[in-house]
């Protein structure tokens, strides 16, 4: 799952981090602490990437992140929900950094009076019948994402998204949920205004997100919903995974965190996956299964009409 990165635009701040290694442009590791420039507290799996999104990695709920830099590379990219893109240029010092990103400025969410008690509608994949799960074993940083149709055009709020974790693998390591609107034929800016971190309680059940405190409008073209694994260090999260390949050797993969199950059940579903952040890739018969399965999301609306 190769996906092209794109670039943004994002504010620079001329941050200096620590190498562990004696040369600039040979591999380096690269540490450092992420804060929130409003109140200082830790920013909680912030992605570490470069302007090209060529590699990736995520800092801890502390904070704190170790990345491996790929040589050519002296300049990274520092992003989370709710926060503005941060660029930070890499060099020699003898301390780790800590790096402060600035909040997103957002709207205030509209105060939704409801006069009386709203009809619940549930879309998108309803059923736990399952064709495959995908699991992050690929040593990149991947989201998955599906448009959420509006068949009838309902007038309402998004309350809550569920997404079906398979059993194997660790059903209960933390993931980001992710909004967006359906713009240009992709998913558009982010509409959480800040990072919802979710697990499952245990796998091969629903794993529901309350979103109803955001009063996220559900319009005619319906809604994106994304997953973003958030693969860190942390070994309650990883496991071993062993493959047999067709000339009969079996290789071993580290793999990182739950697996999300997929299956047939939406007609010529649109579903979208990135690599560290970068370009959306639309999902298309060039991928084996792709043109039918799409991942097992839904979403709870209260319909106003």
């Known amino acids: 799952m190769i996906i092209p990165p794109y670039n943004r635009r994002p504010w620079l701040s001329l941050i200096f981090l620590m190498l562990s290694s ?34 990736g990695t995520y800092a801890d709920t502390n904070g704190r ?3 491996r830099v790929p040589a050519g590379i002296d300049t990274l990219l ?26 997103q400025a957002t709207q205030l969410a509209e105060v939704v009076v409801r006069s009386r008690k709203p009809r619940l ?22 989201e998955f994402a599906m448009l959420i149709r509006n068949p009838k055009g309902v007038n309402g709020y998004l309350d809550k998204v569920a997404y079906l974790i398979d059993r194997e693998g660790k059903p209960t390591a933390p993931f980001r949920v992710r909004i967006y609107p359906y713009t240009e034929g992709e998913p558009g800016p982010d509409l959480l205004p800040r990072s919802v971190i979710a697990s499952a309680r245990r796998g091969g059940t629903w794993c529901e997100v309350d979103l109803t405190a ?46 999300l199950a997929f299956s047939k059940e939406l007609k010529n579903p649109l579903v979208w996956e990135r690599i560290n952040g970068g370009y959306w890739r639309r999902r298309n018969a060039a991928f084996s299964r792709v043109s039918v399965d799409h991942p097992i999301i839904r979403v709870k609306v209260s319909a106003m009409n």
């Open 78 to 103: 520092l992003s989370c929900v709710g926060f503005r893109d941060t660029l930070a240029l890499i060099s020699r010092e003898g301390t780790e950094p800590v790096i402060k990103l600035r909040p």
């Open 214 to 259: 955001f009063n996220i409008p559900f319009p005619k073209e319906g809604l994106i919903v994304a997953m973003e694994w958030l693969p860190t260090d942390n070994p309650q999260h990883r496991f071993s995974k062993s493959y047999k390949m067709p000339d009969g050797q079996r290789n071993q993969w580290e793999c990182y965190g739950h697996y």
């Open 121 to 142: 509608l549930s879309l998108g994949a309803l059923r736990r019948k399952l064709s495959y799960v995908w699991g992050n074993c690929s040593g990149r940083n991947i």
């Open 65 to 67: 992140f170790t990345a």
């Open 22 to 55: 004696s040369g600039l442009w040979a591999q380096t590791t690269v540490r450092g602490t992420i804060l929130s420039a409003q109140d200082g507290a830790p920013v909680p799996y912030a992605l570490v990437t470069d302007p090209g999104h060529r590699f």
